[in-house]
């Protein structure tokens, strides 16, 4: 059974351009979560999606930032005209279902602004 | 504000010295808190859940426990291979379920 993938694993952008971070849930699993680790900082959470719906995104910056989780595919983390302190490492979680529940991680996609 | 708090932020031990990671919170109401480990550029890895006071895991050389204030995961005769760095995080009755993380403790293990 494949755990959470991400892809890509590094990113490097420069000022003012788009970066699009993947996240695909272990099999049978609905729910994801984004965090952001920044360095020396812990995890942070970004946002919480079922298929198709955000169900908390009080974690996200307001301008900038979205995320999608479509009905087919991957979970999207959509980062607009990208700044050097969005540099950090982000990390997407699963979960078969929402409650006191393990959340299991995928490897993290390390995004680099120059 | 749900709170978690790790000490040390690092702790540097020699092979077969026993020793305990400590994790305080300060949350509305625990649903359950986790500890995971993770390795230098890699993902966190699911260690234990503990729901309630007074609650052990165990796993190998890893065991934690839980306290109304504080969780504490003890490590016996450590081996350089348990080098990591760990997490802890709770999941609180408030709002819906994501983790508040704490600043994780670096662990070295020197052969």
């Known amino acids: 059974n494949a755990g959470v993938m991400q892809n890509p694993r590094h990113l490097v952008r420069r000022r003012g351009q788009e970066a699009r971070l993947r996240c695909s849930p272990m099999?049978?699993?609905?729910?994801v979560y984004w965090y952001r680790q920044l360095p020396e900082e812990g995890l942070k959470f970004m946002v919480y999606l079922q298929k198709e719906n955000i169900i908390d995104e009080s974690g996200m910056p307001k301008e900038r930032f979205s995320a999608e989780f479509p009905k087919e595919g991957p979970s999207i983390l959509r980062i607009q005209q990208v700044v050097r302190g969005d540099s950090a490492a982000y990390f997407c979680a699963s979960s078969p279902r929402a409650g006191i529940n393990e959340q299991f991680f995928g490897p993290g996609t390390r995004l680099t602004v120059l | 504000e749900d709170q978690v708090t790790q000490s040390p932020e690092a702790l540097r031990l020699q092979e077969g010295e026993s020793s305990s990671l400590n994790c305080s919170y300060t949350?509305?109401?625990?649903?359950?808190l986790f500890w995971y480990r993770q390795d230098p550029g890699k993902g966190p890895e699911f260690l234990f859940t503990l729901y309630s006071a007074g609650e052990e895991k165990e796993k190998e050389r890893l065991k934690a426990t839980l306290t109304k204030k504080e969780s504490f995961l003890h490590i016996t005769a450590p081996k350089p291979e348990d080098s990591a760095t760990y997490l802890c995080a709770v999941q609180t009755n408030s709002g819906n379920t994501p983790l508040v993380f704490g600043k994780g403790t670096r662990l070295s293990v020197i052969a």
């Open positions: 949350v509305s109401g625990l649903r359950g």
């Open positions: 099999k049978g699993h609905s729910h």
